[in-house]
């Protein structure tokens, strides 16, 4: 008898680590080291560039937000922009 295994959907690591990381942030006080590494855990999935973009924005906003790391800040606002525009005109 053949055993079925369900592959995980294509997305589904993306949706974990979002919701790891959501919930670093939100706790009380707010675990922003393993928040940002959660996010920056979703490039080594090679995520296609909408995602990547996304992802670059989130850990911008959360270092701009909870940190004084604001040159790290905006070098992650800057790759998502870069990334957005790259991806516009492919």
Request: hydrophobic letters at 35%; glycine letters at 2%.
């Amino acid at each position: 008898m053949a055993s079925t295994v369900t592959q995980p959907q294509p997305d589904a690591w993306y949706a974990a680590l979002l919701g790891l990381a959501e919930h670093f942030r939100t706790s009380n006080p707010p675990d922003v080291k393993h928040c940002v590494h959660c996010l920056q855990t979703v490039f080594s999935f090679k995520p296609p560039p909408n995602i990547e973009a996304r992802t670059h924005l989130q850990i911008g906003t959360v270092l701009s937000n909870h940190t004084k790391n604001i040159d790290l800040a905006l070098s992650h606002l800057d790759r998502a922009v870069s990334v957005c525009c790259c991806y516009l005109y492919y």
